[in-house]
């Protein structure tokens, strides 16, 4: 830390992403990015063509991608917010909708690790409310509060789901908070809320083409709401980088829109591929939450959360451990290929195996 680093950032503990090690090629199974390449459309849309523009700026209103994806949800152009990636967008959230005591923040204890930096970032007074004994969480919890209120649906790093019933009662109870659903793992089986926000002006909804759209790299979020609040978001945007989707992402979004089959095929076979992992996995003797994500959230009681992803790493595999006391015992395992998922579970079963010897 240098000596002029401003005093409301020297507490700050930033982010930890998920590792990317260079020291040897690895089955990446950390991160919950796609095993599956963008398709040939978005391939082709950034071409050379385009490369060769890039000496200008990008269309800061994003107007093509913008009405694309608001066809294909059945919006309007004004009911969606574009950004890079939807950390940024759950960034800009938490500048706009948020503000130190006078507008609070409430999420999940266990959820996304993200939401208590930005807290912490913008200095906004948080509460990480606990969740069930079984992780789900307790919609009564978020019932009658006066804050701003942020819920990952499916929720990470558990895969489990809220209904659209209970989105909808949590946003329905709080007329006067901004509920944000962070929806960056529905298409593996959740239920948007998208078309709740046609109906309620204190919804919005947060997304991302990183999962389900295998444009991680890409940097691409969406977000669909009631005007107003894009419009606040809009103005966040244009007071800090109003180019801040490059000219190939937007293309890149615009070409994956028209391939959405493709993308959405992918998802059915992440879903197979996770129900049979997990299935592999229980009987294995791990016990598996109802993951509806494209990751499995899995714990033994024969080995620990640290050790069994350390003897999964020593052998070339990536999982994602997290140090939190409650979730410690468990790895969050992304689907793979089921190429990819078949060497995990056979590392898996020798690792487990010596350690009965
Ligand atoms: C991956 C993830 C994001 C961030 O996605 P990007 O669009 O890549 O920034 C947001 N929320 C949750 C819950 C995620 O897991």
Redesign the pocket.
Known sequence: MSRFLNSKYRELEAYTPGEQPTDMKYIKLNT?ESPYPPSQRVLDAVNSAEVAKLNLYSDPTCKELKSAVAELFGKRSENIFLSN????I?NFSFMAFCEGSKRAVRFPEI??G?YSVYAELHGVDYTAVPLNEDFSINVEDYLTNDATLVI?NPN?PTGLCLSLDEVERIVAANPDNLVLI?E??VDFGGESARDLTDKYDNLLV?S????SRSL?GA???FAIANEAIISDLEKIKYSTNPYNINRLTLLAGEAAIADNDYYMDNCKEIIRTREYTTEALRSMGFYCTDSKANFIFAKSDEIGGEELYLALKSRGILVRHFTKEKIKDFNRITVGTREQMDALLAATAEILKEKRK
Not at 85 to 88: H, K, L, M, R
Not at 208 to 211: A, D, E, Y
């Open positions: 919950n990636g939807s950390d940024d759950l959820s996304y993200f990952a990470a962070d960056a793992y947060v991302t083409f990183s999962k991680a940097r691409l979020g």
